[in-house]
């Protein structure tokens, strides 16, 4: 079953740079890779998006490797407001491009 | 401008009953997609909507069905409710058939506890 793969947990203080990784080396073709976060008892927040190239918007960046095996969604200052759960998700063909959520990275920003 | 919204918010039902849920997508969105959630873990796709007419189908029983109405907006029904369809469902809206590499975004959810 075509998945990704992240750490269950990670800690990150207060102001640092947060570096979630993700691992999805069955990715291929036009494949994209979605970061969404899910704050306690609230429905997933989209984040960022790409395919091959380095994106960036107000919330984030997204660095994806040259073989597209993994990536890394980048918090720049984290604070307290970002803990919650990331989830990193693959469009696969063979799931009908549908998001097939994992059970993500929990999160936790500590003062 | 407004996100996707859903409602109730928070429901409770007993075993046995039917329940229907509601969806109202993000403006200049067309494409509905319904997702169960159990405590703990990521989200589950049941289904997708797009031109009234269901797309794309997780594995969910056929206890789930669904609607999308001219305006988009959708429904989510679930007959002969089973303990275990005690869930968070999420409704995510997008512009463009589920092939699109637009975003989905989504609504808080509505709490189904069954009894």
């Known amino acids: 079953d075509a998945k990704t793969t992240q750490p269950p947990s990670m800690d990150c203080a207060e102001g640092r740079a947060a570096n979630l990784p993700c691992n999805h080396s069955t990715i291929s073709g036009n494949e994209y890779v979605y970061w969404y976060r899910q704050i306690h008892s609230q429905g997933p927040q989209y984040i960022i998006h790409g395919l091959k190239n380095n994106e960036t918007n107000e919330m984030a960046s997204l660095i994806i490797t040259e073989d597209r095996k993994s990536s890394t969604l980048i918090l720049p200052h984290a604070t307290l407001r970002d803990t919650a759960v990331y989830y990193c998700?693959?469009?696969?063909?063979?799931?009908?491009?549908?998001?097939?959520w994992g059970a993500g990275t929990k999160l936790i920003i500590k003062p | 401008d407004a996100g996707v919204t859903q409602s109730p918010t928070h429901l409770i039902k007993t075993r046995g009953q039917q329940v229907t849920l509601r969806c109202s997508p993000k403006?200049?969105?067309?494409?509905v997609s319904w997702y169960q959630q159990a405590l703990g873990q990521g989200p589950q796709f049941i289904f997708q909507?797009?031109?009234?007419?269901?797309?794309q189908r997780g594995n969910f029983p056929d206890r789930f069905s669904g609607h999308q109405f001219p305006n988009y907006s959708s429904e989510l029904n679930v007959n002969a409710l089973l303990l275990g369809d005690s869930a968070l469902y999420l409704c995510a809206s997008s512009y463009g058939q589920g092939y699109s590499n637009q975003p989905q975004h989504f609504g808080d959810g509505t709490r189904l506890s069954i009894l």
């Open positions: 909507y797009y031109e009234e007419e269901e797309r």
């Open positions: 998700i693959v469009r696969y063909l063979n799931s009908n491009y549908q998001l097939i």
């Open positions: 403006s200049g969105h067309d494409t």
